[in-house]
Every structure is written in C-alpha cells, then in structure tokens.
C-alpha cells in the first residue's frame, strides 16, 4: 500500500488546526482495531505527505509521536513499520472528529512534553530492577524513601546543584505537592499557620499552603526577585520562594536578595522553603547554585523531576534542616507510610546509568528551541507586548499592552481554541497585564498558530 490508500484517508475530512493530532489518531485507531497488523509498512512521510496535501512536518511528527508511544518501529533498510507488539487500546475507535472540538489547545504554564519520556530506558531499567529485586524490596518502602534513591540523588544534587547532603537527610516525597503539603501540616502542629507567599505565584502551591495554612502573606517580586523588606514587614517565619527561575516572571533571585533572604532567615530565626523550580532548564547561561548550598540550617530544599520525567511518576524529594527532618519523615509515615518502593529503584538506576543526565540534555536542546520560535512568534504576532524573564524554564511571561484586560483575552481565546493563562490569575494584588505561555509540550508550528491567533484577538 502507498499513501493514503494504506487508510483511505480523505484529508477533507482533517481540521484546518489539529491536523498532525488527527493523522496521529487516524493510525492510532487503525492499530486498535486491526485495521493495521503488526509489520504493516507505513508510506514514508514525503509520500503521505503529498498525496494528503500536507506539509510533511506534520506527518514527520505524528509519526514521531506514534513511535514514542510505541506504535511504530523504524529500520535502516526496512522502512517505518507498526510494531510486533502493539500496547492495546483502551477500546478500538475511530476518532469521528477532531480533537481540537473537545480539547483545547493548552499552552497554559510550564507543562513538560510527555511524548519525550524515555520509555525503552525506563522498561530496560525496570527490568534490571525487578530481576535483582529481593523480598524486602517489595514490601513497603521506608518512608524517608528507599537508599538506594536517595544515595543518587545526594550525587546528582551534588553535581547539577551545588547541594552537599547525605542520603539520611533527603526525604523522597510525592512530588513537590507532596513536599509542600507534608511542611504545611508539620508548620501548624508547630503553630505556625501564617507563610510569605511570591506575589505573583503558582496558583498550585496557593492552594496546597491554603488548605493546611490559616493566612498566606504576598510578598512582591520585582526584576531581582522577592522584596526581602517587603517580606520582613509581613511578620511572618516561614516563607515559600522560586529563586533559580520565578514563576510566573522567570526573574532569578539576585545575588543581593540572596544574601538579603538569607540574613533575614537567621535574625528572625525564620524558614526558607527554596521550590527549585525549572532549574533543569536554562538555555543562556549557567545554573546559579541551589539556594540549600548557602545556608542548609535556614533552607527546606524541594524540587522533582517531573519537567524531566513526567508528573505521572509522583516522585520528588526535600532537603531539610536537622531540626525538621523527624518529624517530615514521621509525619509521611503517618500520610501514606512512604512512596512506591519499585519507582524509586528504577529511578536511581535511571540516574546511576546516566540515563537521566543524557534526559535532561536531550530535553535541553528541544525545549530551547522552541523557546526561541515561540519567542520570535511574539515578536512577529503580538506587536506591542514584549517577553519578560531570563531564557530558563518551560513558560514565558508575556507583557501586554497596558490597559489590556488579561482575562477577557484568554476568555477570547478559550473560544477559539486556545487555553492560556492570564497573568492576572497568579496575583494577589492588581498588577500589569499578561500571559503565561507554555511552549514544552507543543511543536513549534502549532506554537506559532496560537501565538497568531493571540495576536489576532490583540
């Protein structure tokens, strides 16, 4: 079969936005219902390309995404062709209409792109793992996290963040929700019920603190990051800070204000909780050091891998100061008796094969540019705004024009299609307008025809 033929396609059946979602789920299905067995070739991209009248981008990536998930193999000499063994559909379908008419297009935040996770490193490790896995190994986990994680991770932190701590003072966590959840309940049972909180900040860590806390204080961040004075003035202990790349404003703590947060911690004898957000990712320059490596008796450390891996693996990690780490540990005992023991054994020998360091390189290069086109999109379609924050993370900040109501325009937007978040959602007090634009998990063509479209709605 060649071209279109090998499906019947009818490319006046495929959406004029969507169209690489649409091809990936037309083979998809194909697979489910047997409509394509195992070896069957597929025509090479070119091919499919002209015959559906497609760029040939768009059937490289759905190719691309099919062979992440699975569904496709490539040989040298062979061609691309379904795989021997197919993962099974939840039931066989056919997709009767775009995506897009059910499912935004979400270019909200700093989500990862899951299409990249390493599926064949993590089944070759999990394998290792189970064939070397003892009895003990499969009952429950101890709930500080297995030794085996945490004597990785006490090496990839010392390497990638300049963090010298022993395995016994790391605690595995449920991602950074988890961590933060875990100090909320461990600051009221030591009557703590009031936290400084980045003004603007992720609505997520607002509402974890929220629930457990009595009263989250704003404190202002400004292009040096979080005002030190300002925060003195709120009398509050324990505050939560972004400082290697801040969310939304991608601003880093400056060297000064580091030094600032660090004297107010010891004269108030307060609690730094340092989210080590996106500091996987920078793209200009060199990763500053963790907060932690200044000061560990002030600093609660908390971070994952979720932008590296995936959220779905719920794994993370804190550091904590001496006096706070029994009862963290006690306290996770009490919630869930600790994280999954295999998943934290696959994950340090993720990170003790290197796997995870070649991850974070791979990802590096892909997400850069994608910045870099979502960035020269802004310029082209959105006169009039301009991108605010260092080349770091997964998000850009995009100022608008003043005046410009943030909410209305995502609320245009959702209507065409397209969910982004406006900056006003993140602020506790008003402020300039914008948008938060993700740009990990999406081409940089389906970018660009969102930003268009923004800039359209303008």
């Known amino acids: 079969m060649t071209g279109s033929d090998f499906l019947r396609l009818d490319p006046r059946d495929a959406p004029s936005r969507g169209r690489t979602a649409w091809l990936t789920a037309q083979i998809r299905a194909a697979v489910a219902d047997a409509t394509l067995g195992a070896g069957t070739r597929v025509p090479p991209s070119r091919e499919l390309a002209e015959e559906l009248s497609f760029s040939r981008g768009v059937v490289v ?18 061609g691309t062709r379904i795989a021997e063994v197919a993962p099974p559909a939840a039931r066989p379908r056919r997709l009767a209409e775009p995506l897009e008419a059910v499912e935004p297009l979400q270019i909200s935040e700093g989500a990862p792109d899951l299409s990249a996770f390493p599926r064949a490193a993590w089944l070759q490790a999990e394998r290792r793992v189970l064939a070397t896995a003892t009895a003990r190994d499969l009952g429950y986990a101890d709930p500080q996290g297995v030794p085996a994680l945490r004597g990785a991770l006490a090496g990839w932190l010392a390497r990638r963040r ?5 395995p016994d003072r790391i605690i595995v966590t449920a991602g950074v929700t988890g961590a933060l959840s875990l100090i909320a309940q461990t600051m009221r049972e030591r009557g703590a019920t009031t936290c400084g909180i980045e003004d603007p900040s992720a609505d997520g860590n607002r509402r974890i603190l929220g629930y457990w806390l009595d009263e989250l ?77 200044s000061a560990p008796e002030r600093i609660l450390h908390i971070s994952s891998l979720s932008k590296v891996l995936a959220p779905a693996l719920r794994i993370g990690w804190m550091i904590a100061p001496e006096g706070w780490s029994d009862d963290l540990i006690r306290r996770r005992w009490a919630t869930d008796l600790g994280s999954p023991a295999l998943p934290q054994l696959v994950l340090a020998e993720l990170i003790g094969t290197g796997v995870l360091e ?8 892909r ?88 800039g359209r709605l303008l």
């Open 61 to 78: 990536e759905a190719y691309r995404r099919l062979t992440e998930e699975g569904l496709l193999v490539t040989n040298r000499g062979a």
């Open 162 to 166: 300049g963090i010298v701590a022993p």
């Open 217 to 293: 204080r704003p404190v202002p961040v400004d292009r040096e990051g979080i005002d030190v004075t300002a925060l003195d003035a709120t009398g509050v202990r324990v505050v939560l800070t972004t400082p290697a790349h801040q969310f939304p404003t991608g601003v880093v703590l400056s060297p000064t204000r580091r030094r600032e947060l660090i004297a107010w911690a010891e004269r108030t004898d307060g609690v730094i909780v340092e989210d080590d957000y996106d500091s996987e990712y920078r793209y200009d320059r060199a990763p500053i050091p963790a907060l932690q490596a």
């Open 358 to 365: 070649r991850q974070v390189r791979r990802l590096r290069l």
């Open 367 to 454: 997400h850069r540019q994608r910045r870099d086109d979502a960035v020269a999109a802004i310029r082209e379609h959105m006169p009039g705004c301009h991108v605010e924050g260092i080349a770091a993370g997964l998000h850009i900040q995009v100022m608008l024009p003043n005046g410009m109501d943030d909410a209305d325009l995502a609320r245009r937007a959702a209507s065409e299609g397209i969910s982004v978040k406006p900056l006003s959602d993140y602020r506790f007090s008003p402020g300039p307008p914008g948008l938060v634009i993700g740009y990990g998990p999406h081409s940089s063509a389906r970018l660009a025809g969102a930003i268009a479209t923004l």
